[in-house]
């Protein structure tokens, strides 16, 4: 009996001290919260993707800057020069393996000379077209380049000097040049460019007087152009 006694005092004293402990914990009001799940954020490397810059396929801009034009033959062999602005439309094909590019481009273009040299003479000329190949090196987002190929105008001369009316000739010729390109968005790139144009000497008559005019241009450019 004595052991049974024990035993009743033992649990309820162990009950006690857990109602105790319960109320000490949750007091009475108090909404226990429930089971919720721990949420971890994974962070992930390059989540904002970077902008990729394509050099391949085609591309279509526009074009303008300064020009200068200069004329010689054997009345003045110093030369006259002209200078002139020039506003035109380009377009072209790029191939690109690793760093290397090479390309294919057509441009055309409206240029203006006409003023008269102090010698007298007139040398009128409105456009220019040219077809070139050009090979550069990318880096990322730039570009620098040369290029070189064909080009083609109509002139026109004039000299009181010389003789009465005027002669005009189309003359081809050949064109080099360098310049820089740079992505500014993904699809939109802009351009530096120099372009030099030698046209070989042709002949044009004034009146009585025939004589061989020796054409070149110098043309700095900026552009921008559409990449597809």
Known sequence: ?????VFAFAMLGWLSFYGLSFAAEHPPGVELPEDYEVYEEEVVDGLVAQPEYDWDGFYLGVQGGWARLHGDNRYNS???????????????????????????????AYWSFGERARDGMTLRSDYFAAAKIRGGLTYDWF???????VALST???RNP??????DDNTMVGY????????????QIVVRLDYERIVFPGRRFTL????????IDSDAIRIGISYKF
């Open 143 to 149: 570009m620098a380049y040369v290029n070189g190929g």
């Open 1 to 5: 009996m004595s052991r049974l006694r």
């Open 175 to 186: 064109v080099g040049g360098a310049g820089v390109e740079m992505f500014v968005t993904e």
């Open 207 to 214: 009146g009585d007087t025939r004589f061989k005019e020796n």
């Open 155 to 157: 002139f026109r001369v």
């Open 78 to 108: 110093s030369g006259t020069q002209y200078n002139g602005g020039t506003v035109g439309l380009y377009g072209g094909y790029n191939y690109t393996y690793q760093n290397f590019l090479i390309g294919a481009e057509l441009e055309g």
């Open 161 to 166: 000097s010389l003789g009465t009316g005027s």
